[in-house]
Each structure stands twice: as C-alpha cells, then as structure tokens.
C-alpha cells in the first residue's frame, strides 16, 4: 500500500479549527474549559470546552417549548424560509464545516465535503416538503359528515448524534423538525463537539436573519449524563439517537416507559451478493468504497461480500489488489483515501476482531496492520482488511465499527439472500447482478430483509430523497427523506359533521 504522507502538527491542527470554528461564528474562547477534543489524526488536542451538565438539559428543553408554542402558529411555508436560510448559509460555509469534520472525525477531505452537501441537501428537500405537508380526506359513511386526516406540530425533538456523521444526521432531523413546527435540542457527540457547535451557531445565524424565536435551536456540549437527562426528559416528544445498538437498548425502553416517540438509527451489518454473473469492475469499485471508505466507520459499511463461487476467487483477487493500492494517512492531505480511526477503542476491536475471524477458520488476505505507530502513537491508521472466512461464523454475525470486509461464497441465490439476512441488524444491502430475475428476488419480500436494498450499487451513499434507516436491531427508524417527515408531526382524525343532524357510526341507535 503506498506510504501515507507526514500528519500535520497539533499547532496546524488547532490553528485550522480555531479558523474555521469562528468562519462559522463560534468564539472558543467563549466556550473554553477543561475537556479535551481530540483529533484523529494526529491523537493530539485541538481545542479545550467546556461542558455543560444535565440540569442544563431541562433550561433547554423549557426554552424550546416556549419556543414551539409559538413556532406552531406559524404557517409551514414561512417556517420553510428559516430552512431556507440554513441551507444559504450552509453553502456559504461548506468548506469551514467541512474542515471540521475532518479534523474531528478523521473524514478524507472530499467525504467530509459531501457530508456537508447532504446538509445543503436536506434543507432543499426541506424548504420544498413546508408547502407539501398533505393530509388526507377519506369518505365516510354517515351523509353530511367530512372524515379527514390532518397533520400537526409534534413538540421538542432530542438528537443524539455519532461521531461519524457529526453534521449530517442532525441536519436530517433538524430540517425537517423545523418545517414541521418542532424545535430540536442536540447533544452531538463528545468526540466531535466543534461540529455541533459551528452547526449551531449558523442555525442561530439563520434564526436571526429571518426573526423566528430564538429557542429554536440548542446545542448541549456533555457527557453521558447529559444524553440521559435529554432520553428522561418529559417535554421532549421525540428522541432521535444514532449510534450503537447496545445504546438503542438503553433509550429506547427509557423514553417508551414515559411513553415519549423515539426514532434510532443503530447498527449495520451490511452485504454485497455477487452474482456469476456480476459486472466485476463495478462490483469491484462499490466494494471498496462501501468497505474502505471513512476507514469502515459508517453505520452503512459494507461488511460483507457474499460471493458466487464461480467468481469469488477471482473477485477476492481483484479486492486484494485494490486494497493494495488505497493511499492511507493524513485524510486532510491530497491524494488520501483513508483516514485513522476515531480513537484507541476502536483500533483494540479492529484488531480483536482479526483474532477472532482466525481463530473461527479465517485468513486474512490482504490489510490489518498499523501504520504510523511511531509518528504519532495516538493516531489509529489502519491498512484495510479482507478475511475469507469458510461460514458465516459469530464474528462475522458481528459488526465491528472498523474496515474489515469478510467474503463468503454461495452458490444457490436463495442460499445467499439467506446469509444476507442471517444477522441481528438489517440496514443496508446490496446485490451486484446482470440477472434481472436475480436483482427482482432481491427487492422483493423473498429478499433482503433491510431497509436499504441496493442492486448494482454498494451499501453506502444513501440519497436524501429516500427514507434512511433499517429494521431488526437497526432499530426501524427512518431519516431524511420520502415520508420520514411524519415522524416529527402527530396525526389528527377529524369529523366534520354538517349535515344538521347526528347519526351514530355504524347504526347504533342510542336516542335519549
């Protein structure tokens, strides 16, 4: 694999996002305190904050009621300008936010850009959707009367983000909780909180510029508690929460046992079916971007390749030598492809999970190493791993948040959907086939079991116009696009009666 080039100082570092924090209208020295943000790429501290606690929570959560009782009023398409805004501002500092991202979540330069152009995305979509929230009118049975369904503001939305997609996610539920007449509070993740904070202040921005209330949006620097206070928390009627499945199994109880909404977008543990008859070249490149790309830290990471028999070995081959040639290292510089690792945690599990696909008759064919560990012993660059594994083993069941891919061999198609369905999460899936009757079984209710169900396309790279989220241990939310909207509205049956006079539903007689 070629040579990665030298990391940047911490003193480059701190200067790019102290640079590009106040581009965006975050003073630092406002917000300085004693909790560290540390960058990937080079392990080293970057910026200093300050955090706030859970009592913080419950100051946010009643400025954004006030807020909502007020930003209900306001008709859907006038809420669309304050999205509108966003989005103008958005563009105007796509590459600030983008050298954010970067510097916070390790993302290569041009992935950390198209994040943020999913922002710019979500807010058309949007701006758009304040003029389209349609109800519906349904016949009824008893004459003079008028059934209809209308659909209304919800209340305070929560978001919990990841550190992998730190602006993208919040963006998905902030657009759309905003036309729908919803102000959302944030706890971004700690391992990236200039994000939330630059996201914000342009929000703010754009919040100002358009006279809307000022409690719309909130921004919670924190630790664990304060995700907490935000899940418990009885005014906030929808908590969204991305991350881990093990994190779904502890908010999604919480807010159901105050019977609050919750919408989690949790683990992946995605796959490619190359059939015979596949066009290897595609094949090829979907793979790996869908394996490498963000060093295997997306939730839509491909994980595994369920191969043909007639082609695996010479698939496994063409992998191999692509892997071979990803530039690995400083993902800010030209020319990388692949960036580190968030974190210590997480090069521990990329490296137990190797020992574990060996130990379960795997052979690692190309990647797993460490790069730069004497450079910059906190900066986590791994090579890429392919595992062929004999079965579908407990690991491979397993999705560890890192860039191996396993490749498995089928040879019956129903044999492979199977294997592609066979684990505990369901998000993204994909099928590489020139057989249209193969690719049709595949999206049918025969076929993939996840919510994303891609043919000739790898597993990630979903667009904002389709509903983003996935079933079983996914967690069964939906995100950005299609009807995702109504998650953040609440649904109202209304009966018109105008007929002077009042009979019963179904002939019941109960004259007095």
């Not at 093990?246 to 019977?259: E, L, N």
Request: proline share 5%; hydrophobic share 45%; aromatic share 6%.
């Amino acid at each position: 694999m070629p040579q990665p080039q030298h990391l940047p100082t911490r003193t480059e570092l701190t200067d790019r996002a102290r640079a590009a924090a106040t581009a965006c209208g975050v003073d630092l020295d406002a917000v300085a305190g004693a909790h560290e943000v540390v960058s990937p790429i080079n392990g080293e501290p970057i910026a200093s904050l300050a955090h706030v606690d859970a009592d913080a929570v419950d100051a946010a959560v009643t400025s954004a009621h006030e807020a909502y009782l007020q930003w209900r009023t306001v008709p859907a398409p006038v809420r669309g300008a304050l999205v509108k805004r966003l989005g103008e501002l958005l563009v105007a500092h796509k590459s600030d936010l983008a050298a954010l991202v970067s510097l916070e979540a390790g993302k290569i330069t041009s992935e950390a850009a198209g994040e943020v152009q999913e922002m710019i995305d979500i807010c058309e979509f949007a701006v758009g959707l304040s003029r389209q929230l349609y109800g519906r009118t349904m016949t009824s049975e008893r004459p003079g009367h008028r059934l209809a369904e209308t659909w209304h503001p919800l209340g305070v939305v929560g978001v919990i983000s990841a550190f992998n997609f730190p602006v993208a996610v919040w963006s998905w539920n902030t657009a759309l909780a905003l036309v729908c007449g919803d102000p959302v509070v944030w706890k971004p993740s700690e391992k990236t909180p200039l994000c939330g904070l630059a996201s914000a202040a342009l929000l703010r921005r754009a919040i100002a510029d358009v006279g809307a209330p000022e409690g719309l949006a909130h921004v919670l620097v924190g630790g664990p508690e304060v995700g907490e206070a935000l899940v418990d928390h009885p005014r906030v009627a929808l908590l969204s929460a991305t991350g881990s499945t093990r994190m779904g199994r502890a908010v999604g109880p919480r807010v159901a046992d105050r019977f609050g909404r919750s919408l989690l977008e949790l683990g992946g543990n995605n796959a490619a079916i190359v059939a015979e008859s596949a066009d290897l070249d595609l094949a090829v490149r979907g793979i790996v971007f869908s394996a490498a790309g963000t060093a295997g830290q997306r939730c839509t990471t491909l994980r595994r390749v369920i191969a043909h028999s007639g082609v695996a070995d010479e698939l496994t081959a063409r992998l191999a030598q692509a892997y071979e040639r990803l530039p690995i290292g400083d993902p800010i510089a030209d020319g990388t492809l692949v960036g580190p690792l968030v974190d210590a945690a997480s090069f521990a599990r990329f490296e137990a999970a190797l020992d574990t696909a060996r130990e379960q008759g795997g052979e690692v064919v190309v990647g797993g190493g460490r790069r730069l560990a004497d450079a910059a012993s906190g900066a986590y660059y791994v090579e890429p791993a392919i595992v062929t594994m004999p079965a579908q083993s407990d690991i491979v069941r397993t999705e560890t948040f890192a860039p191996i891919v396993y490749v498995l061999r089928y040879d019956d198609i129903r044999e492979a959907i199977a294997l592609n369905n066979d684990v505990p999460q369901g998000l993204s899936s994909a099928i590489f086939t020139n057989d249209q009757a193969e690719a049709e079984l595949f999206c049918s209710a025969e076929g993939s079991d996840c919510g994303i169900v891609n043919v000739n396309i790898g597993t990630s790279g979903a667009e904002i116009g389709g509903a983003f989220g996935g079933e079983k241990e996914t967690g069964g939310g939906r995100e950005s696009g299609s009807d995702a909207w109504k998650a953040y509205m609440r649904r109202a049956t209304n009966t018109v009666n105008y007929s002077g006079s009042l009979p019963l539903a179904q002939g019941v007689d109960f004259s007095v």
